[in-house]
């Protein structure tokens, strides 16, 4: 039941300020920008990113959510049973720079059933992907654009991500196998 606070909300702030400068720096024309986030944390992440975006430069920057559920390859898996979420992107993605917001890049499958729902609302100039957390372990070929902190873990561990929008206060946990689920 061990459980060690990696990311403080302090940190949190820090580290999305910096990746929202560092997606203004990439992509100096932020008017073929978006933001959207993967459902469950990465939407009040991408709210977040765009909010910093608007403060530093005053760009006001499109955002979505992404509910990528039915993408999954482990549907047929008798442990998981999904819960649809509303997807919502209210303008075209079409020739759009996409950032792709989640909280923890891990196996690498969730990035890759994100990307097989967005390519059914249109088709992206590019998609960059932007992760509060990367841990490592991959088992697809997907690496994150922009990283928030890597935290290099066993695979036994899990991180659980809290944020104030979803669970009441803002933090990065790294716990063992016993402590919890990610």
Known sequence: MAQKVILGAEDIRRTLARIAHEILERNQSSRDLVIIGMYTRGVPLANRLAENILRFEGLEIPVGTLDFSLYRDD????????????????????????????????????????????????????????????????????????????????????????????????????????????
């Open 75 to 182: 549907l047929d898996s008798q442990r998981f049973h999904p819960t649809i979420k509303n997807t919502d992107i209210p303008f075209s993605i079409n020739n759009k720079i996409v950032v792709l917001v989640d909280d923890v890049l891990f196996t690498g499958r969730s990035t890759r059933a994100a990307m097989d729902a967005l390519i059914d609302y249109g088709r992206p100039k590019a998609i960059q992907l932007a992760v509060l957390v990367d841990r490592g372990h991959r088992e697809l070929p997907v690496r994150a654009d922009y990283i928030g902190k890597n935290i290099p873990s066993a695979r036994d561990e899990k991180i659980k991500v809290r944020l104030t929008e979803t669970d009441g206060q803002d933090e990065v946990l790294i716990l063992d196998d016993e402590a919890g689920e990610v």
